[in-house]
Each structure stands twice: as C-alpha cells, then as structure tokens.
Antibody
Framework: EVQLLESGGGLVQPGGSLRLSCAASGFTFSNYALSWVRQPPGKGLEWVSAISGSGGGVYYADSVKGRFTISRDNSKNTLYLQMNSLRAGDTAVYYC?????????WGQGTLVTVSS | EIVLTQSPGTLSLSPGERATLSCRASQSVSSSYLAWYQQKPGQAPRLLIYGASSRATGIPDRFSGSGSGTDFTLTISRLDPEDFAVYYCQQYGSSPYTFGPGTKVDIK
C-alpha cells in the first residue's frame, strides 16, 4: 500500500525558514517523480515544486522560485522541501504527492502558518 | 500560463441525479492532458480521471470524463451520497501545471 507521510509544518514568523519532509513507502521510490502541492485555508490547489526520480530534474512555481528548494534522498525514501524567506501568502496545507503530471497518491498534508 | 475556469461554482443536486461539471481552458490543452480530482473536507485530493477520459485505479464507472482542446467535462452518472465533495480539474500539458478553482457538489 502506498503511503506518504508529511511532517515539519508549524508556525513560523515572516522571513523565517522551515523544512518539510515526506516519508514514502509501498512503491519503488527512486522510480517516481514527486511533487509538493499546497492549498491555502479554504482555497484551491497550487503546484509548488516537483522533482524527477533521480533528482536531476526539478520544477518550481514562479511564486516560490529562489526561496524554496526541493530535494530527495532515495536511500531514505524521503522527499524534502526547504522553505526560506517565508511570507504570509505561503500559509497553506502542503501535500506531498506521488508523480509529476497527475499525482495518483497524496499524503494527508502538513499545515504551514506564516504569521507574527 | 493556462488558466482553467470551472462551472458552475456550486452544483446542488440530490442523490441519484446526474452531475455535469465543466472545465474550460484559456488555451488548448495539448494531448488532452487534463485530470480531475475529488476532495472532501479535511482530506487530500483523490485522482479520478487523467488524460481527459481515463479512470484512475479503483474509480467507479459512474465517473466519466470527456472533452478536448479547451472544453472538458466530468460526469457523475448517478450521485452516490459519498460523491458530495469539491472537484478540481488540472492541466499538465503546459508548464506551469495549473488547477481550476473547483466546483462544489452539495446536497440539495
């Protein structure tokens, strides 16, 4: 059974940093691209970042480019999202998702709140 | 960037009725690279349809997708009580991949 478990969310002040993790199981981790998709409270979905199975290919939404860094450790079956220079507009539930184009499995999400 | 518009914003129907949800793109979606997701309160999105008309694994056949170019439709043939949720379309034919704002299907 595919499982994706996010962690690392919480309350952070504007300008601060946070690192999200996503532990995966139930599939051959290195064979699949992975994505981060976020959802502000009560709003719709936004693609944030994606990374290829090898880690050699990455994608960032313009809204986070230069501030967020996606990475993965295929030896630990774990996906990461390093978030720097956080803004109020980054407040959202962050979902880890399996695949790039149309994710077929999603984690339950971790809430990031940026507020003073 | 391809902008997706979904209509209606809210659809109020009774169990057993047919639901027709629309997704319109600001420009043609290449190769019908369009997906549909269902999301219930407090839950993650669930993939229903990809490639405009292919059902994802385990999705009941009452869900069907159609369309091409700029106009796409998700049809739920007979609403089950568990189908009342928000539905999002998403295009993956052109970077950046984008989602529509969603259609809420609620109980009439």
């Amino acid at each position: 059974e595919v499982q994706l478990l996010e962690s690392g969310g919480g309350l952070v002040q504007p300008g601060g940093s946070l690192r999200l993790s996503c532990a995966a199981s139930g599939f051959t981790f290195s064979n699949y691209a992975l994505s981060w998709v976020r959802q502000p409270p009560g709003k719709g979905l936004e693609w944030v970042s994606a990374i290829s199975g090898s880690g050699g290919g990455v994608y960032y939404a313009d809204s986070v480019k230069g501030r967020f860094t996606i990475s993965r450790d295929n030896s630990k079956n774990t996906l990461y999202l390093q978030m720097n220079s956080l803004r109020a507009g980054d407040t959202a539930v962050y979902y880890c998702a399996k695949a790039w184009e149309f994710p077929d499995y999603w984690g339950q999400g971790t809430l990031v709140t940026v507020s003073s | 960037e391809i902008v997706l518009t979904q209509s209606p914003g809210t659809l109020s129907l009774s169990p057993g009725e047919r639901a027709t949800l629309s997704c319109r793109a600001s420009q043609s979606v290449s190769s019908s690279y369009l997906a549909w997701y269902q999301q219930k309160p407090g839950q993650a999105p669930r993939l229903l349809i990809y490639g405009a008309s292919s059902r994802a694994t385990g999705i009941p056949d009452r869900f069907s997708g159609s369309g091409s170019g700029t106009d796409f439709t998700l049809t739920i043939s007979r609403l089950d009580p568990e189908d009342f949720a928000v539905y999002y379309c998403q295009q993956y034919g052109s970077s950046p991949y984008t989602f529509g704002p969603g259609t809420k299907v609620d109980i009439k």
